[in-house]
């Protein structure tokens, strides 16, 4: 079982900077896969970026790509995700959470086994 906290959400205007937190539970951190998604009022809930077990392979969503980065720190079991030149439709409660099985899948939410529950990120104009 793992619990994983999100911290580091907040205002901040376009153009800003965020850097969120994902704080995992449990010795068994480096065996997950990790990955961050988005929802936003009244749409689903959809995939920002994931990173191996390691941390030596990451993914985005083609809407963040250059903007987001995705990282870990396994000693720390910690995941993070950095956020730079945030616009308005980033705006959303941001979700951290663990895959277990790492098949390959990491773009689709049911992947994942775990989930915390999660921060809000709002982007003004």
């Known amino acids: 079982q793992v619990q994983l906290i999100e911290s580091g959400g907040g205002l901040v205007q376009a153009g800003g900077s965020l850097r969120l937190s994902c704080a995992a539970s449990g010795r068994t951190f480096r065996s997950y896969a990790m990955g961050w998604f988005r929802q936003a009022p009244g749409k689903e809930r959809e995939f920002v970026a994931a990173i191996s077990r390691s941390g030596g392979t990451t993914y985005y969503a083609d809407s963040v790509k250059g903007r987001f980065t995705i990282s870990r720190d396994n000693a720390k079991n910690t995941v993070y995700l950095q956020m730079n030149s945030l616009k308005p439709e980033d705006t959303a409660v941001y979700y951290c959470?663990?895959?277990?099985?790492?098949?390959?899948?990491?773009?689709?939410?049911?992947?994942?086994?775990?989930w915390g529950q999660g921060t809000q990120v709002t982007v003004s104009s």
């Open positions: 959470a663990a895959d277990q099985h790492y098949s390959g899948s990491v773009y689709s939410a049911s992947e994942y086994d775990y």
